[in-house]
């Protein structure tokens, strides 16, 4: 437990020097005085310790399930037959 607490609290000083550092490119780039301004963007601290937040784009569909019966299936299938005037599979190499 003591590692993980550890781990955590490092993490935690490592991305506020990360902050610190973007910051000070931000106003680097901002006396700059260009014709545009460099903004920090609040970052969620969870996305650097690896946890995403739950939203529907990571939502899988339900499963489909379709019954097939082996009537359905071809007896055989040959690539060879279907597409005769295709050289590389012609010979079936080892």
């Known amino acids: 437990m003591k590692p993980f607490l550890l781990f955590l609290l490092i993490s935690f000083a490592f991305s ?6 973007h910051q000070k490119i931000v106003e680097t780039v901002n006396n700059l005085k260009t014709t545009w301004k460099a903004k920090l963007y609040n970052r969620d601290i ?15 569909p339900e499963k ?3 019954e097939i019966s082996n009537d359905d299936l071809l007896s ?3 690539l060879r037959e279907k597409y005769p005037e295709c050289e590389s599979i012609q010979e079936i190499l080892d």
């Not at 506020?16 to 550092?21: A, P, V």
């Not at 969870?46 to 899988?60: D, M, R, V």
Request: charge should be negative; aromatic fraction near 12%; hydrophobic fraction near 35%.
């Open 76 to 78: 055989s299938y040959d």
């Open 64 to 66: 489909t399930t379709f």
């Open 16 to 21: 506020l020097l990360d902050i610190q550092h």
């Open 46 to 60: 969870t996305l650097s310790l690896g946890s995403l937040k739950e939203t529907s784009e990571f939502n899988l």
